[in-house]
Nanobody, 119 residues
């Protein structure tokens, strides 16, 4: 089992920045990929970006490429989502998730953190 706890959400003005954190515990993440997702109210969940824990290799959705950055701190066992140039349409619940490398499905999810961007 991997336990994930997100933090750092809140209210921010359009054009501002926010950095979300996801603290992981439970087992070694060496063979895991950590992903960030969001789900606006009443809409489907959207993949934002991911990072391989061991190499730190990243991938992003086109919708956030250049604005959002995923990183991790192996010592703190924490993955981050830095969000810049935020827009009202970025308002959503943000989730981190973990999956074993080579698998398609993210098996472990955090409880989410709300981000609200005001215009």
């Amino acid at each position: 089992q991997v336990q994930l706890v997100e933090s750092g959400g809140g209210l921010v003005q359009a054009g501002g920045s926010l950095k979300l954190s996801c603290a992981a515990s439970g087992r070694s993440l060496t063979n895991y990929v950590m992903g960030w997702f969001r789900q606006p109210s009443g809409k489907e969940r959207e993949f934002l970006g991911a990072i391989t824990w061991s190499e730190g290799r990243t991938a992003y959705a086109d919708s956030v490429k250049g604005r959002f950055t995923v990183s991790r701190n192996s010592v703190k066992n924490t993955v981050y989502l830095q969000m810049n140039s935020l827009e009202p349409q970025d308002t959503a619940s943000y989730y981190c998730a973990a999956k074993l490398r080579g698998l398609e499905t993210y098996a472990f999810w955090g409880q989410g953190t709300q981000v609200t961007v005001s215009s």
